[in-house]
């Protein structure tokens, strides 16, 4: 026997005893807890490409984890003294085909796992921007989920005893916000709102047509409204602010206010953008998204943000956007902070000065520090800026392949 063949046997025979000791069992399977209070600096980002939300710590710049999502926009509702988020989603049997099922999902917050969910009509809306399609009453205790087939619906969920509660007609009329512990209201073609008031099984209770508080002809609101307390705030296509009161019985409407003044208007600068008004309750300030533009660009990027006093709706200040940073597929074209003198910086250099802004989304978080969160819809990144004196931090990327809408649920109270 050859001295290879030698060793190759003894290897052979070394195997069973090599077996025999074992290694200590892995625990697969293990989920980590996001300790509650959740922090003000966390927020969720909506990705429609990869169907999920993203929860991102805008302070550490990490990727907190993922809640995966059906087809179509996503608007998540939250009950925050239950530690539990909402999401409405639409799911085929052969993925983009065969049988449709819409459910109202229910999420745990601190293991962004699901505990229940709640099938609805099989007709919710599906749009391009998800603002307006969900909305959850003042008490936290029931979602309504707006349907269209075209003809429009709510479906209202009670997620305190997960069954679906009641669907309500609301003809002529589009998109729910809550106004208070048992009633929502739409938009209506003729520039009025309809208000559906619940009994406390969630069923309804009656609907109310209110009197038109904007002209849908002349210059119609867009449905991107930012709520202040009690008040839910529409910036209209020219650039007027209408405040709707629902703290009362019946909902009241303040005369329109300017987001533009004259000179404004000459030097064309007008609304826009996919999500382009956010509220800081504690300041009272209104964060309000413009770009130069021609009629009609109410959905353009931004490049400005003006920020106003809700008191005396006074503009007090002017934020310059810079780009929120570029992604390729979810990845990261990396801004220069680990490259090699001289080329360190370099990149982030021409993002701040040659790239065009191209911000599409805002949001504000709600503590005493509040970050302003800007993002730009076909990228994954955020751009971070201080909402109360507009200074640029940071970026923070990547937290997916597209940012479609911005969510921050906590105040830090």
């Known amino acids: 026997m050859s001295l290879r063949k030698a060793l190759v046997a003894l290897c052979l025979l070394a195997l069973p005893l090599a077996g025999a000791a074992e290694l200590p069992p892995e625990s697969p399977g293990a989920i980590e807890k996001l300790s509650p209070p959740f922090d ?68 745990d917050i601190a293991t962004l796992s699901p505990v229940g969910e709640v099938v609805v009509p099989s007709k919710r809306a599906t749009d391009a921007v998800a603002l307006g399609h969900t909305a959850i009453t003042d008490d936290d205790r029931f979602v309504a989920v707006f349907n269209w087939t075209p003809a ?21 009329c589009s998109l729910v916000y809550a106004a208070g512990k048992r009633r929502f209201f739409s938009l209506c073609a003729d520039g009025s709102a309809l208000v559906v008031t619940l009994n406390d099984d969630g069923s309804e209770a009656g609907k109310k047509r209110t009197q038109p508080f904007f002209d849908p002809i002349k210059d119609p609101v867009t449905e991107k409204a930012a709520r202040y307390l009690d008040q839910w705030i529409f910036a209209s296509f020219e650039g007027l602010a209408y405040t709707v009161d629902v703290s009362a019985e019946e909902m009241r409407f303040e005369p329109p206010w300017p987001l533009v003044n004259d000179a404004d208007r000459k030097d064309s600068w007008r609304v826009g953008g996919l999500q382009h008004l956010a509220v800081h309750e504690k300041t009272g300030r209104l964060y309000s998204m413009v770009h130069q533009g021609e009629a009609d660009t109410h959905k353009e990027p931004g490049t400005e943000i003006w920020v106003y006093d809700l008191k005396d709706h006074k503009r007090q200040h002017r934020i310059e956007l810079l780009n ?60 971070i800026y201080n909402a109360l004196d507009g200074t640029f931090i940071k970026r923070v990327q990547p937290v997916g392949w597209t940012s479609d809408t911005i969510f921050a649920p906590w105040s830090g109270r």
């Open 40 to 107: 003000a600096h966390w927020v969720w980002v909506a990705d429609l490409v990869l169907e999920r939300l993203a929860l991102v710590d805008l302070d550490s710049g990490k990727f907190l984890g993922l809640i995966n999502g059906g087809y179509g926009p996503m608007s998540p509702q939250f009950g925050i003294e239950r530690g539990e988020m909402y999401l409405a989603s639409t799911y085929f049997s052969r993925r983009v085909r065969g049988t449709r099922t819409d459910v109202l999902e229910v999420y």
């Open 324 to 383: 929120p940073g570029i992604t390729v597929y979810g990845f990261p074209i990396d801004v220069g902070a680990g490259w090699i003198w001289p080329f360190n910086g370099l990149f982030e250099w021409v993002l701040n000065n040659f790239v065009p802004a191209g911000v599409t989304h805002i949001e504000v978080t709600q503590d005493d520090q509040p970050l302003l969160v800007t993002s730009s819809q076909f990228t994954g990144s955020l751009g």
């Open 152 to 172: 429009t619906s709510l479906s209202i969920v009670d997620v305190v005893q997960r069954r679906l509660a009641a669907e309500v007609t609301i003809p002529g």
